[in-house]
């Protein structure tokens, strides 16, 4: 804890120091902008206040007198990483400076209290406090649940309804559907959302299939652990078992499924890291270790027949259940997307553009390309050679300011060190 204080306040205190509205030229550098493009040695990215203004060949761009210069030779550029799967009321604040520190620029908060996230974004945006960008569903929707929090507990159609419309009225970004759900509501609040005009992102409830969810329009489904469950709860299922559950989907229902998740433009977020962590690295029973951790390889496999399938796929790590560390377990979840047949820039894809092209903002986010907010960060070593690379954190820029994180770590590191 005492750690995370002191590199909050030391985000704040570089942040202080940042000028507002100057230039800031990060100069031979090479820029992997995550349009799809090769990578581009020798660049110069101009930033003026918020935003990318100029990223061309270093030879050719001219620097403004009154730039700050960042020579960036030998070192790589790619754009701020979204988590699009987290949890920041049970992350606590503690989560911004991590995020930060660790080059996640934008974050998809997935339940938690929104009056609380709300006064976050507001110190963001203001300025008094530095984290990430944030897309936000407020309270989950989810069926009656013991000892659980920020919860719309939903039993009848009538109540779905209700809650999609007191849920818009709030200004939520999106809606969150929980498992408990009973599945004739679940269905009135797709239907409902839909004439609402506002996404819902789905932890499938049980008794509906993952096919049923993409049918009804469900914009994102969460979590690969829940395609086994489909297969389980679904009506008419055959498997009994996770085991039946995993191998049903590796065979050919589970490409028919991959496909309707294609035709309907569904996207998923499987948060294969949280799987590992919570129910293989966890289990406290070794007995159940072993398979646990051969359906955590089939779930690898699952998510590389999706990709195959060209389905769209996204980065999230699901922070902060099962301890899950904001920030840091993004990178472990891009590493498994990689074991999962990503190539590298794919990965860094699934973290950057693809996030931008599911919220509709490819315009601000996503890219390293003129007009895009400056949400950078600077590596030194090559994410495309090796994507535990996006570890090499030397600097992060965010809105335009510049964060000098390999020097705030050392230097925190020294803070500590004199106690
Ligand atoms: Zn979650």
Known sequence: MHKLLLAFLLLCSFSASAQKDAALAITHVTVIDCTGAAAKPNSTVLVTGRLITTVGPSDSVPVPANARVIDANGKFLIPGLWDMHGHLTDATADAFPLMIMNGVTGVRDMGGDLAQIDRWRAEIENGS?????????????DGPKEGVTNRLTVRTPEEARKAVRDLKAKGVDFIKVHNALPPDAFFALMDEARKEHIPVAVHLPKGVSSAEASDAGAASLEHVETMSES???????????????????????????FQRFVKNA???????????????????????????LQIHEKNIEIVRRMHKARVQIMAGSD??????????????????????????????QAATLNPAKFLGKTDLFGTIQPGREAD??????????????????????????FYPIASMRAQSLQDAAKQ
């Open 129 to 141: 406090r530095v984290g990430p960008h944030i897309i936000r569903a407020g309270p989950f929707v």
């Open 231 to 257: 297969a389980m709860w679904r009506k008419g299922a055959t498997a009994k078992t996770v085991e039946q559950a995993v191998d049903e989907i590796l065979g050919p229902s589970g490409e028919e499924l």
């Open 266 to 292: 569904t996207w998923y977020v499987p948060t294969l890291v949280a799987y590992e962590r919570g129910f293989v690295l966890w289990s406290n029973d070794p007995e159940s270790l072993i398979p646990r």
């Open 319 to 348: 922070f902060s259940d099962w301890g899950m560390v904001p920030g840091i377990d993004l990178h472990n979840e891009l590493a498994l997307l990689v074991e999962a047949g990503f190539t590298p820039l794919e990965a860094l």
């Open 376 to 401: 950078l960060v600077l590596l030194d070593m090559n994410p495309l050679e090796d994507i535990s690379h996006t570890r090499k954190i030397h600097a992060v820029v965010l809105g335009g300011k």
